[in-house]
């Protein structure tokens, strides 16, 4: 986070990428469908990080599904900076 995400929490983030605990940290709370797509960002980001089963992975996270994914993350991204 930059300085100015700091200074509007009084503090340092915590190292985490729990997007859903840092979304809570900041008191933002988002409409329905961004919400679910953040917990279903985040939960990517688990089985992304740390794959198991590689075919599987690759099944569900498509090229299509990935392109999707950014472009959604990039739309919460500008959501989350208009909030502050």
Same mark, same amino acid.
């Given at each position: 986070m930059d300085k100015k995400s700091q200074e509007w929490l009084?503090?340092?983030p915590p190292?985490?990428?729990?997007l859903v605990y /840092? /979304?809570?940290k900041i008191g933002v709370e988002p409409?329905?469908?961004i919400g679910r797509f953040v917990i279903k960002l985040n939960e990517a980001n688990v089985v992304t990080r740390?794959?198991?089963n590689i075919d599987k992975l690759q099944k569900d996270y498509t090229q299509v599904v990935v392109e999707d994914m950014l472009i959604r993350s990039k739309e919460i991204l500008g959501w989350i900076k208009k909030q502050y």
């Open positions: 009084k503090e340092t190292r985490t990428h729990n /840092l /979304l809570n409409a329905e469908a740390y794959p198991e």
